[in-house]
Antibody
Framework: QVTLKESGPVLVKPTQTLTLTCTVS??????????VSWVRQPPGKALEWLAH???????SYATSLRSRLTVSKDTSKSQVVLILTNMDPVDTATYYC??????????????????WGPGTAVTVSS | DIQMTQSPSSLSASVGDRVTITCRAS??????LNWYQQKLGEAPKLLIT???SLQSGVPSRFSGSGSGTDFTLTISSLQPEDFATYYC?????????FGPGTTLDLK
């Protein structure tokens, strides 16, 4: 059974750095066709894709957050870490990690998030 | 970045109704389009990949179509558990942007 679970602080102060950990089970972070994505959702608002990371160091980040966002992994611990610097109240959101599949069809790859963690709510406030 | 739009933003319908949600990309994305369902207080759930491929375990009343810039999600006969918010997402090029969502509620 594939599961993912996010963990980290519930409350951070403005200008602080947020570190969230996604712990996965049921699949390996060494798998070339499976990675982890991060998605967030401010209260009452839409989903926002943040980043993804694969075992071959393929990484991509949301344009608006590229200067503040880093994703890294510890394969031995089955964990992927999201680091978001200089937090602001607008970063208040539920943060989700999800398994992202990189599915080859002919010469192309189809990416989709098929298993999600329950999410963790983060509030930015002084 | 590729911008995604959805219409309508909200929709009231009854059990048994056929509903269609539209998603549009700001440029051609071929069929690199996913649909997700999110119920209140829950994580999103993958419904459809590659514009029209139903994810395993998803009821056959859900279907997707489209290619290029215009896509649709259709629910052929609404069931009580289908009232939720639906998001499209493009995976043609990073960043993999989501649409703003369509909320389906009970009339």
């Amino acid at each position: 059974q594939v599961t993912l679970k996010e963990s980290g602080p519930v409350l951070v102060k403005p200008t602080q750095t947020l570190t969230l950990t996604c712990t996965v089970s049921g699949f390996s972070l060494s798998n070339l066709r499976m990675g982890v994505s991060w998605v967030r959702q401010p209260p009452g608002k839409a989903l926002e894709w943040l980043a993804h990371s694969f075992s071959n160091d393929e990484k991509s980040y949301a344009t608006s957050l590229r200067s503040r966002l880093t994703v890294s992994k510890d394969t031995s611990k089955s964990q992927v870490v999201l680091i978001l610097t200089n937090m602001d109240p607008v970063d208040t959101a539920t943060y989700y990690c999800a398994r992202v599949q990189k599915h080859p069809i002919l010469f192309y790859f189809y990416y989709y998030m098929d298993v999600w963690g329950p999410g963790t709510a983060v509030t930015v406030s002084s | 970045d590729i911008q995604m739009t959805q219409s309508p933003s909200s929709l009231s319908a009854s059990v048994g109704d056929r509903v269609t949600i539209t998603c549009r990309a700001s440029q051609s994305i071929s069929d690199y389009l996913n649909w997700y369902q999110q119920k209140l207080g829950e994580a999103p759930k993958l419904l459809i990949t590659a514009a029209s491929s139903l994810q395993s375990g998803v009821p056959s009343r859900f279907s997707g179509s489209g290619s290029g810039t215009d896509f649709t999600l259709t629910i052929s006969s609404l069931q009580p558990e289908d009232f939720a918010t639906y998001y499209c997402q493009q995976s043609s090029s990073t960043p993999f942007t989501f649409g703003p969502g369509t909320t389906l509620d009970l009339k």
